[in-house]
C-alpha cells in the first residue's frame, strides 16, 4: 500500500512559489489597508484605476489568483500534499471568488 506523506512545508517548486504568492498577496493586501489609514480615505470613495489604492490591492488580486493555480499545479501534478500548499490554494479560490464578486456584481 502506497502511503502518502502530510507535511508542513512544501516540497515542490510550484508549492512553494504559491506559498509564497499567498503571501505576498497578504502583504500586499496589509499595504493597500495601509494607505488608506495613512491618507484618511474610505476604500470605496476614490477608486479608480489610475489611482495609489489600486496599485496594491490589484496586485494582491493577482497574487493570490497566482498562488491559486500554482498550488493547484504542484498538488495535481507533483503531488505535493503539504498543508501550507492546501492553505495557499483555499486561500487563493477565496481571493478569486471574491473578486469575481467585485466585477460582476459591482456594489
Known sequence: MNSMRISLKPKTTMGKWSVGLIVTSFLLF?????????T????????????????????????GIAAFVTGLIG?????????????????GLYVLVFGLGEILFPH
Open 75 to 91: 498538488l495535481i501534478r507533483s503531488k505535493d500534499w503539504a498543508i501550507l500548499v492546501d492553505f495557499a490554494i483555499a486561500l
Open 40 to 63: 484618511g480615505q474610505r476604500a470605496g470613495e476614490t477608486f479608480s484605476f489610475f489611482s495609489v489604492f489600486t496599485v496594491p490591492i490589484l496586485l494582491a488580486w493577482a497574487s
Open 30 to 38: 496589509v499595504a493597500f489597508l495601509l494607505l488608506l489609514v495613512a
